[in-house]
């Protein structure tokens, strides 16, 4: 493994390792106004929410790494504490990147890369149309992380309103995570996107409380076929199945196997494994216990 200590690393380097290891990040697409009014849109994705109650997001527009100098964002926020966070989907992409270009301060970012303004409800900064949710905010605290290239200024921003465009809800009204498709940075000039086939779900161990790693039979620890995150989701059931049910599935279920294997138990546990992991890859977790617990059973 490699073993590195930042402050011995070149700025760059560091960044380019820092960028590069915490991928996916969500992008912030902020709106600003200057003093006088001239709106600013650029994309930031040192950013996240980090709190719903009260609603809290936050967001980094750090200083330049070639000249330490401040972005336009970072000025305009200190003049008119109010931003717009706008969220980028896929098709939003190319015309985002342009935006991000250092162009000087008086230029409009939605005209340059062809977006369009909506008036916002409770700030001053216009939302963007195209943006399938939109966050109204007001600028609580600006926290400048130092004052060399590359530093963060972390801008705490209460969420005053909500805009979420209808084609990305469920039937519930609630946001569905493969219609909003969103994309995200990662390092160098890669971005990652949410679309259905890098998407999986696991189910959160809230209501129950699962019996662990240190719970599981040591053949199955240490079994050759079960990977970390098939054993991980055995660990996550909360009591393990009695005999009486391992036994009625071994007759109804595994009774071929046990046959075709009856006096080879090497091969036995094998494919009982190999069995179970099918279970497991249909998320049925009940079925992959009541198969593994039946060797020797």
Sequence with gaps: MLSLTPKDLPPRQLHHY??????????????????????NLAPFSFFNVFSSNPPIAVFSPSRSGRTGNHKDTFNNIQKVREVVINMV???MAEQMSLASSPYSAEVDEFVKSGFNKVKSDLVQPHRL????????????????????????NLIICEILKIHISIDVLDDNQMIDQQKIDL???M??????????????????????????????????LNSNILTG???????????????TAVNDFKLIELSEIFLKFEDDAKKLEFSLHK????????????????????FNN
């Design 129 to 152: 149309k195209e943006s399938p949710v939109q966050f109204e905010c007001k600028v609580l605290e600006i926290k400048q992380l130092g004052n060399k290239g590359g530093a963060g």
């Design 18 to 39: 820092l960028l590069g290891a915490v991928v996916p990040r969500p992008i912030c697409f902020a709106s600003t106004l200057d003093e006088n009014g001239n709106s």
């Design 229 to 243: 995150n098939e054993l991980g989701k055995l660990a996550g059931i909360e009591s393990l199945p009695n005999e």
């Design 89 to 91: 989907n896929y098709s």
């Design 275 to 294: 069995k179970a992991k099918e279970f497991l890859l249909q998320n049925d977790l009940e079925a992959a216990w009541k198969t593994l617990l039946s």
């Design 187 to 220: 390092g160098g000039n890669w971005y990652s996107r949410t679309e259905k086939k890098s998407m999986f779900e696991i189910t959160k161990p809230i209501t129950t409380i699962g019996i662990g790693f240190d719970e599981l039979p040591i053949e199955i």
């Design 183 to 185: 994309i995200a940075r």
